[in-house]
């Protein structure tokens, strides 16, 4: 691997300030971790600005970094359907929709959501198949971040995994959640001014945007595409086999826009978590619509500078190309990488890196932090240790569970992360168990939030029955090319998908499909246990209507909601 | 909770935004070290942009702190 760097004095002096300021910021919040409450939940105090930055923070992890730059080289502009049609939408409806029942119902995770909402079962497996998959998601950046400390730093592998998971172990067992939220918003302004210089430069570098699409053309064209099919987003998405995503419209809008984001934004706890730490309803609802804002432009900052590196690589005088791997592909995943190694000198270097390292760290803090919440509340307090008369014994005795989990998730997370390193694309595998677990969950509450008919017995079967159809269709299909049984198509090989990410697409599509129909039907045949009284506050329509008139105008959710959905909706104009 | 955000915010970025504007500064004659960057001397434009917004940030944290007491 030539990816090898020379760092010097001062970008190491970057990073040693920055993580000086991470532990710091646990270390400052440590003497306010009175209770579990504080530690698990931050208290319920966050301003809406923090948790919105934290939001969109948590799912800007290094992997998402280093991965959606790499599908910009790969699919160009249509990478950014993964936001705009494949986040935006979701996160208002998360916002003005869902929210106010998140917080409202004064549950402290989305199990416990489901628990109050139809029955123990219920909570249990979502519970449980939360915990597991967090744990390996943190166990997965964390080896990704080993892996590029030892390219490109040089660092020894096993050194840089215990290294990494001290810092995080250490703010996390320090300052709980408020610690990794607080984190967060500071990896995002870092993000931003450590990837910034990139974009500018490699824009430059190929004569701004017009430049870039006019050396595009040609290499596009010899790949068989038109020449603007790496710089429009819906323009190609007629078929299939005209867009480098290898996906339908009416694929990207279900698969995407409505399946796979939903079931991320909408149900995911690890982001909700940062939803429901704000101080009131009103702040709650506005933290997905502030985190929106950021995070339609985003793209600008990742995905642009992906689509130079095409221009690069074809360019001979430039001297970029992509490291190698074992079967002599190159591996889309450290462009990012690459790109600083071309345009960044000494210091401004050192914060580029820093940036991936923060993202790392703090995608791995958000893990564990979402893992001790649903491991102290959903399992250890429902099955092993109830709460007791003493209400002050109580509060001590779960904070303590809540930092003994934060010692054994990390522990955990390390032994995932060898684990990890036995399989290949790691984002793929992600995306294709979250797209297993997610889209059924999303079914499963989004009709607990808005049929009050939703029985428990019913939910619990779809989620289970919207898994196996994952699962079934995973195995009976397979993308083109494929050559390991993780790609699927492990039962039989019933059909081709173009790519494999219409595969993912269309796994969550009939994921969620089943687990509508299944609760839907099931709802019907059993008979529901919980009264409307019960209900309250858990379901549309027997929640009184949220009233905002006592928020001035400009502060509202749904003036907000407005502002969002119109920027996006002139974004997708300009780059149609 | 607890600690105003903007502070460490705002300190990390003053104390970097410094480092690198005088780094900057100092190797602003070094042609060989810019030439990655197109001749642009990256350090000492990203470093002032990393001092203003630590400023700006400590004070929007002051001026809260002036409201609450």
Redesign the interface.
């Known amino acids: 691997m030539n990816s090898g760097f020379v760092l010097s004095w ?1 970008d190491y ?2 990073m040693i ?2 993580f000086a ?1 991470v532990l ?2 646990g270390w ?2 440590k ?2 971790m009175k209770d579990a409450n ?1 530690f698990l939940e ?2 319920r ?2 301003p809406a600005w ?1 948790a919105g930055l934290a939001f969109i923070s948590t799912n800007l992890g290094a992997l998402e970094v280093m991965g959606m730059t790499g599908s910009g080289l790969k699919y160009g502009m249509l990478t950014t359907h993964f936001y705009w049609v494949g986040a935006i939408p979701a996160m208002v409806f998360l916002a003005m929709f869902m929210m106010p029942f998140y917080y409202g119902s004064k549950a402290r995770s989305v199990p416990e959501y489901l628990k109050l909402r139809y029955d123990e079962k219920t909570r249990g497996l979502n519970a449980i198949l939360f915990a597991v998959m967090t744990i390996l998601a943190s166990g997965i950046s964390m080896y990704a971040l080993a892996i590029l400390m030892e390219k490109v730093l040089g660092w020894n592998f096993h050194l840089s995994l215990i290294l990494s998971a001290a810092i995080v172990l250490v703010y996390t067992y320090l300052g709980g959640l ?1 610690s990794a939220i ?1 984190n967060e ?2 990896q995002f ?1 870092i993000i931003v ?1 450590g990837l ?2 990139i974009v500018l ?1 490699s824009l ?2 190929v004569g701004g945007w017009h430049g870039l699409q006019q050396s595009l053309a040609p290499i596009v064209s010899a790949k068989g595409f038109a020449p603007d099919a790496w710089t429009t987003t819906w323009k190609y998405t007629g078929s299939a086999k005209a867009n480098p995503l290898g996906v339908e419209w009416y694929g990207i809008f279900a698969g995407l826009g409505f399946v796979l984001s939903f079931g991320y934004w909408c149900t995911n706890f690890l982001i909700v978590q940062r939803a429901m730490s704000a101080k009131s309803t009103t702040a709650a609802r506005n933290t997905p619509l502030i985190g929106a804002i950021p995070k339609m432009f985003i793209p600008f900052l990742i995905i642009v500078p992906g689509i130079v590196a095409l221009v690069l690589m074809n360019s001979p005088e430039k001297h970029f190309s992509l490291p190698l791997n074992e079967a002599g592909q190159p591996i889309y995943d450290y462009t990012i990488i690459m790109l600083l190694k ?7 270097l050192g ?1 580029g890196i820093t940036a991936l390292l923060a993202s790392f760290m703090s995608g791995m803090a958000g893990n564990v932090s979402a893992f001790n919440t649903v491991w102290t509340y959903d399992i250890y307090q429902s099955y092993i240790r109830p709460t007791t008369k003493d209400k002050a014994i109580d509060d001590k005795h779960y904070l303590f569970v809540g930092r003994m989990a934060t010692i054994f998730g990390v522990l955990v997370s390390i032994a995932a992360a060898y684990l990890a390193s036995m399989f290949g694309n790691i984002m793929d595998f992600l995306q294709t168990i979250f797209s297993m677990v997610n889209a059924p969950l999303f079914a499963v509450i989004f009709l607990g939030m808005f049929w009050k008919r939703g029985t428990g017995h019913a939910a619990f079967t779809g989620l289970l029955a919207g898994f196996f159809v994952a699962l079934l269709h995973h195995g009976l299909t397979f993308p083109e090319g494929a050559n390991t049984l993780v790609k699927g198509g492990w039962i039989a090989h019933l059909h081709a998908y173009p790519v494999e990410m219409a595969q993912n697409f269309w796994t969550a599509i009939f994921a969620c499909s089943a687990s509508t129909l299944i609760t839907v039907v099931l709802s019907l045949l059993t008979t529901q246990k919980k009264s409307d009284a019960e209900l309250k506050g858990l379901v549309y329509s027997l929640t009184p209507k949220l009233n905002e008139e006592s928020v001035p105008w400009y502060k509202r959710s749904s003036t907000l909601a407005i502002i969002v959905l119109t920027l996006v909706t002139i974004l997708t104009i300009l780059f149609w | ?3 105003d ?1 903007k502070i ?2 705002g ?3 003053t ?2 935004g410094l ?2 504007t005088v ?2 500064f100092i ?1 602003r004659l070094d042609a060989s ?6 001749g ?1 001397n ?2 000492l ?3 002032l ?2 001092l203003i ?1 630590g400023v700006v940030m400590l004070a929007l944290a002051f001026v809260s702190w002036k409201s609450k007491t």
Do not use: C, E, H
Request: proline content about 4%; charged content about 5%.
């Open positions: 001062i002096s970057v300030i920055y300021f710091g910021i400052a919040l003497r306010y504080a931050a208290g105090s966050m923090v408020s607080y918003v500071l302004f001014v910034l210089p430069l430059k570098d071309q345009y960044l000198p000494a210091g401004v914060l | 909770m607890g600690i955000i460490p915010i300190l990390m970025f104390i970097l480092l690198i780094y900057g190797t070290l810019y030439n990655v960057s197109l642009i990256v350090n434009w990203s470093g942009g990393m917004f």
